[in-house]
């Protein structure tokens, strides 16, 4: 009896004469993504990716528990592969999903024949299927409305494959296939759910972050790193970017009217970042910005941050409420992560009474006390770097932009 | 390092530690010995040596790191997991079921929480050492609030049905929280306990080359453990007091080390064929572990001499297995006693047990030593 991970494509299947080119993103996706948990083929067929184990070591168990975190996948099975003939496919599906009919009191079969050369119609080879295991499996009773499992039997082209209940996977394109971008994260919770969101889009990651030292400590950076290594198990390796910015926020501090610090603040992130990412190959921000949920999240501050930035900024958020936001991160993993109380760059030199309604021209204003030019190339001159895999955390060189 | 030579084939009552986790015990005792609470750098450094390891050990079980909490070993954690589920469901039932040949550590702690009012149902193996699937089908009722079964059977061997257990309490609507004893069996069978419904898993490392007195227990999400001891909020509350870094680094470095399941499997297998095919030759030699139970264990009578008089002749000659289950010295064994073998078998029951350090070379000294003995030992009887 032969296992295989069927994989059932998303809205890949929608796309009309681009379509061989997702699938192909995809496919290569899928190899990568298997790749440390050892050799498998990966074929695809019928709007079906077929993976195979090639070697003693390959676990189709970590192979499903990966594919369900890729983008591209709307759902997938593992399925055991028998020849065409309906004594076989019986035999099998008993023995096959012996400890899944063992937990169950109802069940139904669905067929279904995609091979029309195969002798029996669908609904005669779940008939025939059913009829068996209930045989079989005294304890049981068919109930096609609300079974508590439903065994499926697909007739293909090359074999027959049988499975229980297939699971959701992540959706989504391809990641790869909708260019790249950087996000910005900090140590909160919406940045890595915003990241994973444009992942989910096709987009592929490169991450920036700020931290001032020493008013913020190793640990809330490696926090920032285990944040993104939960968010690479979706969207794949990414380098992550450390930028510094204590010098900076005390200038600002300094020079500049309390109220304004964040504003200020983030505006010097805009820019630092547009340079990175625009050194990096990306072509768009992302940040985890949530309308009104503080005030540098106002329309008003928005307007002045985008100002400061060269290139669009996504904010896949700004229409979500925060128990979404919460919800979603609890779903990728990275809300137990993101709570751990750690000062970030973000709540140093906080100020009391933040402007919520800044105009640009006051803020820009306000800004002309600095160098801004010399500031950021200051931050900018030794950015520390990692690249980021679900497996590990690799330190790579310091970069300069 | 030289390490002296003996035949060492005592591997389920414990192992060599492997260099890796004697380095990086080493290495977090004297070097990186902070405190994983500690808010500076070198706290910083003996954390990310603790999270290595947790990582290690959940990608060993597929399973999130949140899912690990150590503890001090395969006693502790069964205790933990059997204590943590009786009192935190004690409102919707008062059924345990479990065997009666899992480890002292399920069986004493079941007889005790028995002392405390639950009920406590222990069911028998057959002659063949297994636990028959329809018994634990039969024993889950809906009112049953936790199964234990351990994986593996440390004196035989035999491979107990944990997919059965899960499917009876899904199919009984039973309340009950799945805990598998799973000391012997893991990193030997592939088991992902959130693929198989395992609520709770206990691991120890000094069966898989780390050092004593390191474990660990498994919780799936959402699982609530009424906790036995109280501190500082280490390990998610559950099992407070300032972590012990180095046995925890070892057992990450073990656990790193192991082979592949299935290369391990294998190379078990020929060693555990070699010495049956040996053993079959030998006459009053009856073999008691199942064929197609766990590899790197097997259990025999060795004839007319008890297993003490063998045991102690076979290390004299350098050769080191155990006589029933190495915890309960001069106990009768209570495994096999449940499973029905004659006592004369049981009294002269042997089990030798494999790790990834013995050859082949290692099952021929045996035999020769097993046939001298049952020589020069029956004829002074």
């Known amino acids: 009896m032969e296992e295989v991970l069927l994989i059932k494509l998303g809205e890949i299947v929608l796309k009309g004469l681009n379509r061989k080119t997702f699938e192909q993103v995809l496919l290569k996706n899928i190899r990568r993504r298997l790749a440390p948990r050892g050799e498998f083929t990966v074929t695809s067929a019928q709007s079906t990716i077929y993976v195979k184990p090639a070697s003693p070591e390959a676990d189709l168990d970590l192979a499903e528990e990966k594919a369900g975190k890729i983008f591209g996948v709307i759902a997938y099975a593992r399925a055991c592969a028998v020849e065409k003939e309906i004594g076989a496919i019986q035999r099998a599906a008993a023995e096959y999903l012996k400890n899944e009919l063992a937990g169950v009191s109802t069940f139904k079969v669905e067929g279904k024949r995609s091979d029309k050369k195969f002798p029996l119609t669908s609904m005669e080879a779940a008939a025939q299927v059913g009829g068996y295991l209930l045989s079989k499996n005294p304890h049981l009773s068919v109930d096609v409305h609300n079974p508590e499992l439903t065994v499926r039997v697909e007739i293909r082209e090359e074999a027959a494959y049988i499975h229980g209940a297939p699971r959701p996977g992540a959706g989504g394109l391809p990641v790869g296939t909708g260019g790249q971008a950087a996000i910005l994260i900090s140590g909160g919770i919406d940045s890595p759910v915003a990241a994973w969101m444009m992942a989910r889009r096709g987009v592929e990651l490169t991450a920036i972050h700020f931290a001032s030292p020493p008013y913020t400590s190793e640990r809330a950076e490696m926090k920032v790193q285990e944040l993104l290594r939960k968010v690479s198990e979706y969207s794949g390796r990414m380098k992550m970017y450390t930028v510094e910015i204590a010098h900076m926020q005390e200038e600002i501090r300094d020079k500049c009217p309390e109220e304004l610090f964040t504003i200020i603040m983030r505006r010097f992130m805009m820019r630092a970042s547009t340079r990175i990412a625009e050194k990096t190959g990306c072509s768009a921000l992302i940040t985890g910005e949530s309308l009104g949920q503080v005030a540098s999240q106002t329309i008003q501050a928005i307007a002045c941050t985008d100002a400061a930035a060269e290139m669009p900024v996504f904010r896949p958020l700004i229409g979500t409420d925060k128990a979404e936001i919460v919800s979603l991160s609890h779903q990728i993993g990275t809300f137990d992560i993101s709570i751990e109380p750690y000062e970030d760059c973000c709540t140093v030199f906080t100020p009391r009474h933040p402007r919520t309604r800044p105009s640009l021209p006051f803020v820009e204003k306000a800004e002309a006390a600095l160098d801004v030019q010399a500031l950021v190339d200051e931050c900018l001159e030794s950015v520390r770097c990692v690249e980021i895999t679900p497996e590990r955390i690799y330190p790579a060189e310091t970069a300069s932009f | ?381």
């Open chain 2, 1 to 381: 390092m030289e390490i002296k030579h003996e035949i060492y084939l005592d591997n389920s009552a414990t192992t060599r530690v492997c260099e890796e986790a004697a380095k990086k015990a080493l290495e977090l005792m004297t070097a990186e010995y902070g405190n994983p609470s500690s808010l500076h750098t070198m706290g910083v450094r003996a954390e990310t040596a603790m999270t290595q390891a947790r990582r290690a050990v959940a990608q060993a079980m597929s399973v999130q790191e949140k899912n690990i909490v150590f503890t001090s070993g395969g006693t502790e954690s069964n205790n933990l997991a059997l204590f943590g589920a009786a009192y935190a469901r004690r409102k919707r039932g008062k059924r345990i079921v479990t065997t009666a040949v899992e480890h002292h550590s399920v069986l004493y702690t079941a007889q005790q929480l028995e002392k405390e009012g639950f009920e406590v149902i222990y069911l028998k193996p057959g002659r063949d050492g297994y636990i028959r699937e329809e018994d634990v089908f039969e024993a889950v009722t809906r009112d049953t609030i936790l199964v234990s079964v351990m994986a593996v059977n440390n004196e035989t061997g035999a491979i107990f049905p944990v997919e059965a257990a899960a499917a009876a309490i899904k199919r009984a609507g039973a309340p009950a929280l799945l805990h598998v004893d799973a000391v012997q069996a893991f990193g030997k069978l592939p088991l992902r306990p959130a693929k198989m419904g395992i609520d709770l898993m206990s691991i120890s490392g000094h069966k898989i080359h780390a050092p004593k007195g390191i474990g660990a227990l498994y919780i799936a999400n959402g699982v609530h453990l009424t906790p036995r001891v109280f501190g500082g909020g280490q390990e998610q509350n559950i099992r407070p007091g300032t972590e012990s870094v180095p046995l925890i680094g070892a057992l990450g470095a073990a656990v790193e080390a192991l082979p592949p399941v299935a290369q391990e499997e294998a190379a078990m297998r020929a060693l555990n064929q070699s010495l049956r095919e040996k053993l079959a030759d030998m006459p009053g030699v009856v073999i008691h572990s199942p064929e197609d139970g766990l590899p790197c264990i097997l259990n025999f009578s060795a004839g007319t001499v008890r297993a003490e008089t063998m045991l102690h002749f076979l290390a004299s000659r350098g050769i080191y297995v155990s006589s029933g289950s190495a915890c309960a010295k001069s106990a009768r064994s209570h495994v096999l006693t449940a499973m029905g073998l004659p006592q004369k078998e049981i009294d002269s029951s042997l089990r030798v047990s494999f790790s990834r350090y013995n050859t082949e070379e290692d099952v021929a000294a045996l035999v020769t030593a097993l046939e001298e003995g049952l020589r020069t030992l029956a004829r002074a009887r």
